[in-house]
């Protein structure tokens, strides 16, 4: 037997350093995630295609650009905002839009953001042909400067007021006078609307260019709510606007239709249902009718209704009733031969599109099945054919569909397993599909009719070698059945190192809201690399999303009807049970985290489930719906005058007495969405509990808490939160001692 060599001692370190799990990999810093964003994956914006169907144009810095989709060379530069910069024009180029027929484009510069979506700016239309730049409204900044499909008018708002402008007499004519702030809005929408029903430009014009429909707010009768901003002055500076919280006055809407010719409005006639809400209006292709949303208060009955633009007369084109709710979308299209249009309803229990005639009669289910459509991409009319996005195979993957308005001939678009979504040019020639799962950063490619690969735009190869460079773990699935004997979806990435026979810790994180899904086959974005950090650190991080999560049928997204909080917390308390019964975890050290409805879910959590939570954060949470506002609120809950138990029963100002482990709340106190209200009454009820609890207020910060360090703070925070009070700290009563 031959005598075996001992190798030297440096050579084997090297060669354990040079093994699989020995590989020296990189430590993920939350500078690396926060401060220098080098872990950012690159993005292809919303695509801005021409009506050629193959060209498209792009900002680059202060000009626009167009450029060839097939190949992404840059054709022609259409416009450089430094060589038109005057006593009107800054120069500065923040948005831009076409018109109709592309003759013209609205530049939108210097834009100042109010609220989530909305935003004012000075406008000016640029003329392609004569080159000549106008301004809209030269002497103060507008919203929602939008060109006439004729491209010879731009209707805008201003102090609550609509006006045009006319572009060849350079005249502009106010449509309504009565506007007034905190009072009165013509053409935009109000907080409240802009918010839940997701959209702010509430004017649209008619095809033929002659009319212009628009809501009208009257908030008069809404209460206030006044934020403390603080910024270095004497004083501080207040904001007071129009927030209608649970059970308060709406804003009366009502609908008007604008006659160019005539100088003429007539108001719509929607009938004598009380306090309603108008969540959309659409032109039909028949300039002589618009399409009102008109919805009911309780949001479970929602009509369709034609407009006599001559008259505001209506007529009912649909009805939709649910025992629960409906969801508004603008998934309505109305196809330019005049007689049908396509709509999306969860009528059968899942979510699936329809083909109407403009009478209102069903001519078919276009799609069908147990499984939901997840988003609505157009109808291309010369080929007969809609596009689509579906949770077809399950609910964890969504891809990409066509079929024809038979209902007949469905193909798959998508490529690969994981989430796909789609962008199609005007003609639907091309399209540009991203692609992402739960370990791969987002790809964007171009295919043509047939789906054949043209070219890739971006393949984030960069941040697909940071994930080797740092050694990230992988991301895997798992399922399981809670006590009740509800089948739930998980994620989990296991710690660096990873032994079978160990006892790690356990961060959950998780948003639950109604209809929202974060268990996806899909890029979990930049908190992807915390969660990595964490693993890193030695955390099983898991996320589990319970009944009420989106993308299995209505049932099971609706079935928290009345009682927000309920469920998702008992799921979420299984969840934190199942994975504190695997053989690798640390029962006694189980933390749950959560921003928003997330952050509802964890204060939840760590009160109903003292036995199983030892920490939790909570970020902007709300604490109790009744201090939330109308339309998301009774969406789901119906007012408190109507339903105290579901409102008592699930709002952790009530349970602050069971506080037994560590808890982490966090808000900024220029949140206009969730406002502050909600962490300083949350704060008292543990203070009167004698609850010891680590509170942080970022002032000034809105929803999102960002800007001058304040997420690279907030999750220095938060991580030093978790080393301290979940993996090492000793579990606490919750009192000071």
Same mark, same amino acid.
């Given at each position: 037997?031959?005598?075996?060599?001992?190798?030297?001692?440096?050579?084997?370190?090297?060669?354990?350093?040079?093994?699989?799990?020995?590989?020296?990999?990189?430590?993920?810093?939350?500078?690396?995630?926060?401060?220098?964003?080098?872990?950012?994956?690159?993005?292809?914006?919303?695509?801005?295609?021409?009506?050629?169907?193959?060209?498209?144009?792009?900002?680059?810095?202060?000009?626009?650009?167009?450029?060839?989709?097939?190949?992404?060379?840059?054709?022609?530069?259409?416009?450089?905002?430094?060589?038109?910069?005057?006593?009107?024009?800054?120069?500065?180029?923040?948005?831009?839009?076409?018109?109709?027929?592309?003759?013209?484009?609205?530049?939108?510069?210097?834009?100042?953001?109010?609220?989530?979506?909305?935003?004012?700016?000075?406008?000016?239309?640029?003329?392609?042909?004569?080159?000549?730049?106008?301004?809209?409204?030269?002497?103060?900044?507008?919203?929602?400067?939008?060109?006439?499909?004729?491209?010879?008018?731009?209707?805008?708002?201003?102090?609550?007021?609509?006006?045009?402008?006319?572009?060849?007499?350079?005249?502009?004519?106010?449509?309504?006078?009565?506007?007034?702030?905190?009072?009165?809005?013509?053409?935009?929408?109000?907080?409240?609307?802009?918010?839940?029903?997701?959209?702010?430009?509430?004017?649209?014009?008619?095809?033929?260019?002659?009319?212009?429909?628009?809501?009208?707010?009257?908030?008069?009768?809404?209460?206030?709510?006044?934020?403390?901003?603080?910024?270095?002055?004497?004083?501080?500076?207040?904001?007071?606007?129009?927030?209608?919280?649970?059970?308060?006055?709406?804003?009366?809407?009502?609908?008007?239709?604008?006659?160019?010719?005539?100088?003429?409005?007539?108001?719509?006639?929607?009938?004598?249902?009380?306090?309603?809400?108008?969540?959309?209006?659409?032109?039909?292709?028949?300039?002589?009718?618009?399409?009102?949303?008109?919805?009911?208060?309780?949001?479970?009955?929602?009509?369709?209704?034609?407009?006599?633009?001559?008259?505001?007369?209506?007529?009912?084109?649909?009805?939709?009733?649910?025992?629960?709710?409906?969801?508004?979308?603008?998934?309505?299209?109305?196809?330019?031969?005049?007689?049908?249009?396509?709509?999306?309803?969860?009528?059968?229990?899942?979510?699936? &599109?329809? #083909?109407?005639?403009?009478?209102? +009669?069903? %001519?078919?289910?276009?799609?069908? /099945?147990? !499984?939901? $459509?997840?988003?609505?991409?157009?109808?291309?009319?010369?080929?007969?054919?809609?596009?689509?996005?579906?949770?077809?195979?399950?609910?964890?993957?969504?891809?990409?569909?066509?079929?024809?308005?038979?209902?007949?001939?469905?193909?798959?678009?998508?490529?690969?397993?994981?989430?796909?979504?789609?962008?199609?040019?005007?003609?639907?020639?091309?399209?540009?599909?991203?692609?992402?799962?739960?370990?791969?950063?987002?790809?964007?490619?171009?295919?043509?009719?047939?789906?054949?690969?043209?070219?890739?735009?971006?393949?984030?190869?960069?941040?697909?070698?940071?994930?080797?460079?740092?050694?990230?773990?992988?991301?895997?699935?798992?399922?399981?059945?809670?006590?009740?004997? &509800?089948? #739930?979806?998980?994620?989990?990435? +296991?710690? %660096?190192?990873?032994?079978?026979? /160990?006892? !790690?810790? $356990?961060?959950?994180?998780?948003?639950?809201?109604?209809?929202?899904?974060?268990?996806?086959?899909?890029?979990?974005?930049?908190?992807?690399?915390?969660?990595?950090?964490?693993?890193?650190?030695?955390?099983?991080?898991?996320?589990?999303?319970?009944?009420?999560?989106?993308?299995?049928?209505?049932?099971?997204?609706?079935?928290?009807?009345?009682?927000?909080?309920?469920?998702?917390?008992?799921?979420?308390?299984?969840?934190?049970?199942?994975?504190?019964?695997?053989?690798?975890?640390?029962?006694?050290?189980?933390?749950?985290?959560?921003?928003?409805?997330?952050?509802?879910?964890?204060?939840?959590?760590?009160?109903?489930?003292?036995?199983?939570?030892?920490?939790?954060?909570?970020?902007?949470?709300?604490?109790?719906?009744?201090?939330?506002?109308?339309?998301?609120?009774?969406?789901?809950?119906?007012?408190?005058?109507?339903?105290?138990?579901?409102?008592?029963?699930?709002?952790?100002?009530?349970?602050?007495?069971?506080?037994?482990?560590?808890?982490?709340?966090?808000?900024?106190?220029?949140?206009?969405?969730?406002?502050?209200?909600?962490?300083?009454?949350?704060?008292?009820?543990?203070?009167?509990?004698?609850?010891?609890?680590?509170?942080?207020?970022?002032?000034?910060?809105?929803?999102?808490?960002?800007?001058?360090?304040?997420?690279?703070?907030?999750?220095?925070?938060?991580?030093?939160?978790?080393?301290?009070?979940?993996?090492?700290?000793?579990?606490?009563?919750?009192?000071?001692?």
């Amino acid at each position: 037997m031959k005598t075996a060599k001992v190798l030297p001692l440096f050579i084997m370190c090297f060669l354990i350093w040079l093994s699989p799990k020995g590989i020296a990999q990189k430590d993920i810093t939350l500078e690396d995630i926060w401060k220098t964003y080098s872990f950012s994956t690159k993005s292809v914006p919303g695509f801005n295609f021409m009506k050629d169907g193959r060209h498209y144009t792009r900002r680059n810095a202060n000009a626009i650009a167009m450029y060839d989709l097939t190949t992404g060379e840059q054709k022609e530069e259409l416009f450089n905002a430094s060589n038109y910069k005057n006593e009107d024009f800054s120069g500065n180029l923040s948005s831009y839009s076409f018109s109709s027929d592309e003759s013209k484009i609205m530049i939108k510069s210097e834009t100042e953001q109010i609220y989530r979506r909305s935003s004012r700016a000075f406008f000016h239309v640029f003329d392609r042909k004569s080159k000549t730049m106008t301004a809209v409204n030269p002497d103060s900044k507008v919203q929602y400067a939008t060109l006439s499909p004729d491209a010879k008018k731009v209707a805008f708002v201003k102090n609550n007021n609509l006006y045009y402008l006319d572009l060849e007499s350079k005249e502009t004519t106010a449509i309504t006078t009565d506007g007034e702030i905190n009072a009165i809005i013509n053409g935009s929408t109000d907080w409240v609307y802009e918010e839940e029903f997701a959209f702010v430009k509430a004017f649209e014009w008619s095809v033929d260019s002659r009319k212009v429909a628009f809501i009208r707010f009257d908030e008069r009768e809404v209460p206030e709510f006044t934020m403390t901003m603080h910024k270095g002055d004497l004083y501080p500076e207040y904001i007071t606007w129009k927030y209608p919280k649970v059970g308060e006055k709406n804003a009366d809407v009502s609908v008007h239709i604008y006659d160019l010719n005539k100088n003429k409005t007539v108001q719509v006639d929607l009938g004598p249902m009380d306090d309603m809400y108008v969540p959309r209006i659409k032109w039909t292709n028949n300039p002589k009718n618009l399409c009102v949303f008109r919805m009911n208060r309780h949001q479970n009955e929602l009509q369709l209704l034609l407009a006599d633009a001559r008259n505001g007369r209506t007529s009912l084109l649909l009805q939709e009733k649910n025992q629960y709710y409906i969801d508004i979308t603008d998934d309505l299209t109305f196809l330019k031969n005049g007689k049908e249009f396509v709509w999306t309803s969860e009528r059968d229990g899942y979510n699936h &599109i329809y #083909l109407y005639d403009m009478k209102g +009669k069903l %001519k078919k289910q276009l799609t069908q /099945g147990a !499984y939901d $459509v997840t988003s609505f991409y157009g109808v291309d009319e010369k080929n007969k054919r809609i596009y689509y996005q579906a949770a077809k195979t399950s609910p964890l993957v969504k891809d990409v569909y066509s079929m024809n308005l038979k209902g007949k001939k469905e193909e798959k678009l998508s490529q690969a397993p994981g989430t796909t979504r789609a962008q199609f040019s005007s003609t639907f020639d091309y399209n540009v599909l991203s692609h992402s799962a739960l370990n791969s950063p987002a790809t964007y490619k171009v295919y043509d009719r047939e789906q054949n690969l043209v070219r890739v735009i971006e393949d984030n190869s960069r941040v697909a070698q940071l994930q080797k460079d740092y050694g990230t773990l992988p991301v895997e699935f798992f399922s399981f059945k809670t006590s009740e004997g &509800i089948g #739930l979806n998980g994620w989990m990435i +296991k710690p %660096k190192d990873f032994s079978s026979s /160990g006892k !790690y810790p $356990v961060f959950m994180t998780q948003y639950s809201g109604p209809g929202s899904q974060q268990v996806t086959d899909a890029w979990k974005g930049t908190n992807y690399w915390w969660y990595q950090m964490l693993a890193q650190k030695g955390y099983v991080v898991a996320c589990v999303d319970p009944r009420g999560t989106g993308a299995r049928g209505e049932e099971f997204k609706k079935m928290t009807y009345l009682e927000l909080g309920k469920y998702e917390t008992i799921d979420q308390i299984e969840a934190a049970k199942y994975l504190g019964s695997l053989p690798y975890t640390d029962e006694s050290k189980i933390g749950i985290f959560g921003w928003s409805y997330g952050g509802y879910m964890s204060s939840l959590c760590i009160l109903k489930g003292n036995d199983v939570f030892k920490a939790a954060i909570a970020v902007a949470p709300v604490t109790s719906w009744k201090w939330y506002d109308t339309i998301y609120t009774e969406r789901y809950m119906r007012t408190l005058k109507e339903n105290e138990s579901g409102y008592n029963d699930n709002s952790p100002i009530y349970f602050a007495d069971r506080l037994r482990g560590n808890y982490l709340l966090v808000h900024g106190d220029g949140d206009d969405n969730v406002h502050y209200q909600h962490t300083v009454e949350m704060s008292n009820a543990l203070i009167s509990a004698n609850k010891q609890f680590d509170t942080y207020v970022y002032p000034n910060r809105n929803h999102g808490i960002y800007g001058d360090n304040a997420r690279l703070h907030l999750y220095t925070k938060m991580t030093n939160f978790l080393e301290d009070k979940l993996k090492g700290g000793q579990w606490t009563s919750g009192v000071e001692n």
